[in-house]
């Protein structure tokens, strides 16, 4: 069993900085692509920014040049440096991991942290 903890959200106002973490605890190996996604009141749950074990990244295009993802595989963390908020970027943010090899060698799937939430107001 994986468990995914965030930290980092709060309050800021528009055009302030947060930085995310999630920490990753369990019998685990690697992990293959970490996202974060978020939920905003009322809508579904969009991804925000991913990045594989090679050190690859994806970003939603609301996000671009705002937003940089991060990750330590030593450290089983990642990371989300959120720059010049929006109000639109408040959401409950989720750190998800679609694949996790354990150390006795299992293949385990779709991960999901409790989420943090963050606050941007105008």
């Known amino acids: 069993q994986v468990q995914l903890v965030e930290s980092g959200g709060g309050w800021v106002q528009a055009g302030g900085s947060l930085r995310l973490s999630c920490v990753a605890s369990g019998k685990i190996l690697r992990m293959n692509v970490m996202d974060w996604y978020r939920q905003a009141p009322g809508k579904q749950r969009e991804m925000v920014a991913g990045?594989?074990?090679?050190?690859?990244?994806n970003y939603a295009r609301s996000v671009e040049g705002r937003f940089t993802i991060s990750r330590d595989n030593a450290k089983n963390t990642v990371y989300l440096q959120m720059n010049s908020l929006k109000p639109e970027d408040t959401a409950v943010y989720y750190c998800?991991?679609?694949?996790?090899?354990?150390?006795?060698?299992?293949?385990?799937?779709?991960?999901w942290g409790q989420g943090t939430q963050v606050t941007v107001s105008s």
């Open positions: 990045i594989g074990s090679d050190g690859s990244t």
């Open positions: 998800h991991v679609d694949e996790v090899v354990t150390t006795n060698h299992h293949w385990e799937y779709d991960y």
